[in-house]
């Protein structure tokens, strides 16, 4: 193995996530990260290893036949509470997140992490539709049952928030299928509050939810648009 390809694989973390019974395929893992699946799901461990991810088990979340459940589940891994249970990932001087249903190339991911500025901790794609956060709820919540169940409640609480804080803006919908974490560890609150609010609102549509918490971290985040992307 060259040295620059172990160097990264030292310093770079890739993880994804499939909780339930819904999904039984994974795309393969990436070259230029260490990747790790993580799932409640034991049946995964197979199709993991043979694509190339290495697995670790999640016991303390019920495995369910419920696509609402499994998707309040993923934010565990996808907002970072996994380091409180498996401390030894907080080594990594950055952590990718991706959604298991993405497919993304050795090649744009290097060119992703080469346009993160040193000064940034977290980089993100805006949303391929550009909604804000009320707009993003509405749409999704039409055409998705999940997102349907707290839908009133999940939008006085962002009416609310922005009044609570005095916010004239509108908050702007990023893409978290895809979040690269780097210097992360003073994010963990920040983190933890996104998690603990969308189990609170029983909300699997974090966008709505990241696009309103988020705010007060801008000074972190750097964001390109969804047409840079390929």
């Given amino acids: 193995m060259c040295s620059n390809l172990q160097n990264s694989l030292n310093k770079d973390l890739l993880v994804a996530c499939v909780f339930g019974i819904k999904f039984s395929k994974l795309y393969p893992a990436l070259a ?11 049946k995964l461990k197979k199709e993991a290893l043979k694509k190339g991810w290495e697995f670790e088990f999640i016991d303390k979340f019920e495995l369910s036949k ?3 459940l499994s998707s ?8 970072l509470q996994f380091l409180d249970d498996f401390p030894a990932y907080k080594k990594y001087r950055s952590i990718t997140y991706i959604d298991h249903t993405i497919k993304i190339s050795k090649e744009e991911t290097k060119r992703l992490k080469a346009l993160f500025h040193r000064n940034k901790k977290i980089f993100m794609i805006s949303s391929r ?13 039409k055409s998705h049952q999940r997102y349907r169940n707290s839908y009133r409640k999940t939008k006085d609480w962002i009416i609310n928030y922005q009044l609570s804080k005095n916010n004239p803006g509108k908050p702007q919908e990023f893409a978290t299928g895809f979040i690269m974490y780097k210097d992360f560890k003073h994010l963990l609150p920040f983190l933890k509050n996104v998690y603990e609010t969308i189990w609170k609102l029983r909300q699997p549509h974090c966008q709505s939810i990241w696009a309103v918490l988020v705010q007060s971290h801008m000074d972190d985040l750097q964001y390109i648009y969804w047409s840079d992307t390929s």
């Fill in 72 to 79: 309040l589940q993923s934010k565990y891994i996808k907002f």
């Fill in 32 to 42: 230029n990260y260490r990747c790790v699946l993580f799932s409640n799901n034991i």
């Fill in 129 to 141: 539709k550009g909604y804000l956060a009320l707009e993003a709820l509405d749409k999704a919540s």
């Fill in 66 to 68: 419920d696509h609402f």
